[in-house]
């Protein structure tokens, strides 16, 4: 069974960066949309952005100008670089891969901590 593998979280005070990485740990048909989602303690969790496979991308209002989503489809690996942190930004940062028609699935990653002290 496929497995997408998260890397790239940690400690880092406020006004600082990160670059989160997903990468699936076999081989797998291209999804549809790859995405970071985030979830605090006692929230629910939520879309912070997606990238289609043709680039197009989106973002929640809360990172716009903030987070860059980016995907390497030869290197089957999603990126999230984040600048400029804030304290609100500390969560669990989720991978989502969703592929639609043939072949198609809904995979997670086991998520990594991003904490942003101030």
């Known amino acids: 069974q496929v497995q997408l593998v998260e890397s790239g979280g940690g400690l880092v005070q406020a006004g600082g960066s990160l670059r989160l990485s997903c990468a699936a740990s076999g081989g797998i048909s291209a999804p549809n949309t790859m995405a970071w989602y985030r979830q605090a303690p006692g929230e629910q969790r939520e879309l912070v952005a997606d990238?289609?496979?043709?680039?197009?991308?989106n973002y929640a209002d809360f990172v716009k100008g903030r987070f860059t989503i980016s995907r390497d489809n030869a290197k089957s690996t999603v990126y999230l670089q984040m600048n400029s942190l804030k304290p609100e930004d500390t969560a669990v940062y989720y991978c989502?891969?969703?592929?639609?028609?043939?072949?198609?699935?809904?995979?997670w990653g086991q998520g990594t901590q991003v904490t942003v002290s101030s």
């Open positions: 990238i289609t496979l043709g680039g197009s991308t």
């Open positions: 989502n891969w969703k592929r639609v028609g043939t072949l198609r699935y809904d995979l």
